[in-house]
């Protein structure tokens, strides 16, 4: 194997531990951060994710508040619990988890968050706030695959980013951070007809596409830095990512494993979003406080 991976889990740890000391400093202004997380129904995965973000909080210091709702909630039911959330100024962050039900609007939920207290950086506020360069929750995967980038000491400045994937919450957002760091930026997507060959002309490769080894290492530039979002379940029954890992690590300097990337820098970067949130509804500063 040739290249190093980028220890998802250690830099995660890292994160949280600066989320906790963030917390103390908080608490002694007299501030608990607090994040409550609504659940819908039974999805098995989202009770997993869940069950992760309150263990992570707990961590930090971060009190949190879990709202289990059965799958027969109906959207303004929804609604009015996150009005009384939003209204509740011991809560800082509102994070509802998705996919929500059939037959409720997410959009319309997403929209319901305050941008202050949207913890996820999903609402139009701060993807506006995002696209425009000022001040916001930025979402926590993106946000971590930055700061993984970053870990490796790779200055994206003038680097060739491709992204592979563009939803509204990893390929889009993560395009528009790298841009915002002075990478030229490639977005593909399903559509696109050269994909091969402009994966192998990154020197910084991001994969989200939802499909397992969708990356061979033929597609990766010698010396790049791969980040794969990717999370599937492989017919083996493991989790398994976008890229081939094993073709990958052959040819890619710097590589994220799958599971211990990106997913466990996700939940990081919600604990500092946190803490960010419970700071500026106080009118206090995380980095006066440091
Ligand atoms: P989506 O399904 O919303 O988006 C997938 C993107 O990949 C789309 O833009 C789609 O293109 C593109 N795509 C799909 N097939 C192809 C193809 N054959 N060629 C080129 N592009 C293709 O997924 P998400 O962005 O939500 O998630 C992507 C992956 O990341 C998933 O595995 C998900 O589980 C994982 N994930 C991991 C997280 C973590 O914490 N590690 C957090 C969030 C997601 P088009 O737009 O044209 O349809």
Redesign the pocket.
Known sequence: MHAQLIDGKALAAAVKAEAAAETASLQAAGVTPCLAVILVGEDPASQVYVRGKIRDCAECGIRSLELRLPETTTQQELLDRIAALASDSTVHGILVQLPLPAGIDERAIIDAIPPEKDVDGFSPVNVGRMQTGQPCFLP??PA?CIRMIESTGTVIDGKHAVV????N???KPVAQLLLARNATVTI?????RN?RELCAQADILVA????EA?VDGSMIKPGAVVID????RGSDGKLHG?VNFAQAAERAAFLTPVPG???P???AMLMKNTTQAAAMQNGLSLEKMS
């Open positions: 926590c995967t971590g592979i994937g563009r939803s919450i990893v390929g593909c997507h399903s559509h696109t994909l989200a596409v939802g499909h969708f979002v990717g999370i599937n976008d990337g990106v997913g820098m996700t939940r």
